[in-house]
């Protein structure tokens, strides 16, 4: 799995390498752990390269060390919510001496 997370992050590093034009400015949006400066796409790109490193959150509660972004958009938090428990419900063995 490892492999092919880091496959994945040199691909999007390289597809955004390569949209580059001077006076345009190319977003890439991915998940927390492709962004993160210390292991994810960041890595990828050129040195020479300029980049900034924005994540969202949903919440006050930290998501990443200050270190691995640039700024963090905070959004309000969204409550849990089980998406498993109806299908889990639904599934359930019955009981023989309770049908």
Known sequence: MA???LAKDA???HTAQSAIQPGKT????AG???VLRSVGIPTWL???SSHLIAMA???PKAQAEASEHDFVIQTPAV???????KLRAQWAPSDPQNP
């Open 32 to 34: 927390r752990g492709h």
């Open 11 to 13: 691909l999007m590093a």
């Open 3 to 5: 492999r092919v997370q």
């Open 46 to 48: 050129a040195p020479s």
């Open 57 to 59: 959150q949903a919440g």
């Open 79 to 85: 409550p849990d919510k089980d998406y498993c428990a």
């Open 26 to 29: 190319v977003v890439l949006l």
